[in-house]
């Protein structure tokens, strides 16, 4: 039975209906300056990509600036549609030790002072925009524009009415790009976007030179890690999955991870057994970003939980199998080829980053033999772009819009 994500039940209120607000105006030509803030992780400063685009080719001589966290400021490099990128560790993301403010008073003067037009707020349905809209009020920023549940009154002059989850909820990459869309900034590129460079695949060569892996031969990258531990699949499956898959196309697999996750990538590597010990590669900490998204570009098929290297293969257009927790439905693969699996279970869309039942039973229960035929499945579709799609088995999900 095939599945796909979008068909589970959708958090929704029961009888809750949202008012709308009223249209706005699109943004005329004195937006000159743009800010637009997006404090959270890398993946999600990818899944914005689509609406900077917007907003880039709206208005093509408006200087976009992005402000984001130290995570998602390393993405920055590589999108040609912002000018320039303030890195801040807000205090309304994330769980932090105890700060003191002058960090934040030092922030609202650099925005004052570096003179504003307009601010773009992004957030998930889960966040309150507000702190950053106050943080752009107090900035002099004359034109705010975000979702908010409550009514904002005068921190948020450009308002749309946040509709999620009352009435469903829409990927990521859509909820960006209906909001600036308000205001008049829509596009019809709406695919991810990240611009290696040079360098970037160089280096990459280089790197696998000096590590004896051969370039030239096709290759998969496995990623077992994710930063809540409620979306990592078992690294014990994940190397069950790696050697059915070597034992199947003879093709080298390449284990990634930063240097706190190379437990995950011994246990998967251990895992895979020796039989194929020598097609396994540890490359635990190998590279900067860079030349780990033009890893991620050459790859025959990425595996991975939902997480980082899951959305900068959307940006690229790599082949990638989804290891989804059902911890929320918005962070998909967009628009490239993949599958999504999931076990689907009662608990779903908890936004826990631990299991809160303790069976983590959305991912558990998913057979390794179902990653390694999925990788499969890829694999042999881009052999035969033509060839129309097969049903799959149950627990994966296809979508390649």
């Not at 068909?7 to 209906?17: N, R």
């Not at 196309?249 to 010990?277: F, H």
């Not at 628009?335 to 299991?355: A, Q």
């Given at each position: 039975m095939m599945k796909h994500l979008a068909l589970l039940a959708q958090p929704t209120a029961a009888h809750a209906t949202v008012a709308a607000t009223k249209p706005l105006a699109p943004w005329g030509d004195d937006v000159k300056r743009i800010l637009?803030?997006?404090?959270?992780?890398?993946g999600d400063v990818l899944m914005t990509t689509p609406a900077l685009h917007a907003l880039r080719t709206a208005y093509p001589d408006r200087h976009l600036t992005l402000l984001t966290s130290p995570a998602g400021a390393a993405v920055a490099p590589f999108l040609a549609d912002v000018d320039d990128v303030i890195r801040y560790d807000a205090p309304w993301t994330h769980i932090r030790p105890p700060r003191t403010h002058p960090a934040d008073l030092?922030?609202?003067?650099?925005?004052?002072?570096?003179?504003?037009?307009?601010?773009?707020?992004?957030?998930?349905?889960?966040?309150?925009?507000?702190p950053a809209a106050t943080m752009c009020y107090l900035a002099g920023i004359h034109r705010r524009l975000a979702r908010c549940r409550e009514n904002p009154y005068s921190l948020v002059n450009d308002w749309l009415r946040e509709t999620e989850p009352e009435q469903g909820v829409q990927h990521e990459v859509e909820r960006q790009l209906t909001l600036v869309g308000a205001v008049g900034a829509t596009t019809n590129e709406t695919r991810m976007r990240m611009q290696l460079r040079d360098i970037d695949r160089k280096t990459l060569a280089a790197t696998l030179e000096r590590r004896g892996i051969d370039a030239e031969m096709p290759f998969a990258v496995?990623?077992?890690?994710?930063?809540?531990e409620s979306r990592r699949y078992p690294a014990e499956?994940?190397?069950?999955?790696?050697?059915?898959?070597?034992?199947?196309t003879g093709i080298n697999v390449l284990v990634t991870g930063s240097t706190g996750e190379a437990s995950l990538v011994r246990a998967l590597i251990d895992a895979a057994g020796p039989s194929v010990r020598p097609f396994m590669h540890d490359?635990?900490?190998?590279?900067?970003?860079?030349?780990?998204?033009?890893?991620?570009?050459?790859?025959?098929?990425?595996?991975?939980?939902?997480?980082?290297?899951?959305?900068?293969?959307?940006?690229?257009?790599?082949?990638?199998?989804?290891?989804?927790?059902?911890?929320?439905?918005?962070?998909?693969?967009?628009?490239?080829?993949?599958?999504?699996?999931?076990?689907?279970?009662?608990?779903?869309?908890?936004?826990?980053?631990?299991?809160p039942q303790g069976h983590h039973a959305c991912l558990r229960d998913i057979p390794s033999i179902e990653v390694a035929n999925a990788a499969l499945e890829l694999i042999d579709e881009a052999r035969q772009p033509t060839r129309r799609m097969q049903t799959i088995p149950h627990r994966i999900a296809t979508h390649t819009e």
């Amino acid at each position: 039975m095939m599945k796909h994500l979008a068909l589970l039940a959708q958090p929704t209120a029961a009888h809750a209906t949202v008012a709308a607000t009223k249209p706005l105006a699109p943004w005329g030509d004195d937006v000159k300056r743009i800010l637009c803030l997006r404090t959270d992780n890398l993946g999600d400063v990818l899944m914005t990509t689509p609406a900077l685009h917007a907003l880039r080719t709206a208005y093509p001589d408006r200087h976009l600036t992005l402000l984001t966290s130290p995570a998602g400021a390393a993405v920055a490099p590589f999108l040609a549609d912002v000018d320039d990128v303030i890195r801040y560790d807000a205090p309304w993301t994330h769980i932090r030790p105890p700060r003191t403010h002058p960090a934040d008073l030092a922030m609202r003067a650099l925005l004052e002072e570096r003179r504003f037009d307009a601010a773009v707020i992004f957030t998930v349905y889960s966040q309150n925009p507000l702190p950053a809209a106050t943080m752009c009020y107090l900035a002099g920023i004359h034109r705010r524009l975000a979702r908010c549940r409550e009514n904002p009154y005068s921190l948020v002059n450009d308002w749309l009415r946040e509709t999620e989850p009352e009435q469903g909820v829409q990927h990521e990459v859509e909820r960006q790009l209906t909001l600036v869309g308000a205001v008049g900034a829509t596009t019809n590129e709406t695919r991810m976007r990240m611009q290696l460079r040079d360098i970037d695949r160089k280096t990459l060569a280089a790197t696998l030179e000096r590590r004896g892996i051969d370039a030239e031969m096709p290759f998969a990258v496995m990623h077992p890690g994710a930063s809540a531990e409620s979306r990592r699949y078992p690294a014990e499956r994940f190397g069950e999955a790696a050697a059915r898959l070597v034992r199947a196309t003879g093709i080298n697999v390449l284990v990634t991870g930063s240097t706190g996750e190379a437990s995950l990538v011994r246990a998967l590597i251990d895992a895979a057994g020796p039989s194929v010990r020598p097609f396994m590669h540890d490359l635990t900490d190998a590279f900067e970003l860079g030349a780990f998204a033009a890893l991620i570009e050459r790859a025959t098929v990425v595996i991975s939980n939902n997480s980082g290297p899951v959305h900068i293969a959307s940006a690229l257009g790599a082949p990638v199998v989804d290891l989804y927790a059902l911890t929320n439905p918005q962070h998909a693969p967009w628009k490239t080829p993949h599958r999504v699996l999931f076990n689907d279970v009662e608990c779903r869309w908890c936004y826990r980053s631990v299991c809160p039942q303790g069976h983590h039973a959305c991912l558990r229960d998913i057979p390794s033999i179902e990653v390694a035929n999925a990788a499969l499945e890829l694999i042999d579709e881009a052999r035969q772009p033509t060839r129309r799609m097969q049903t799959i088995p149950h627990r994966i999900a296809t979508h390649t819009e």
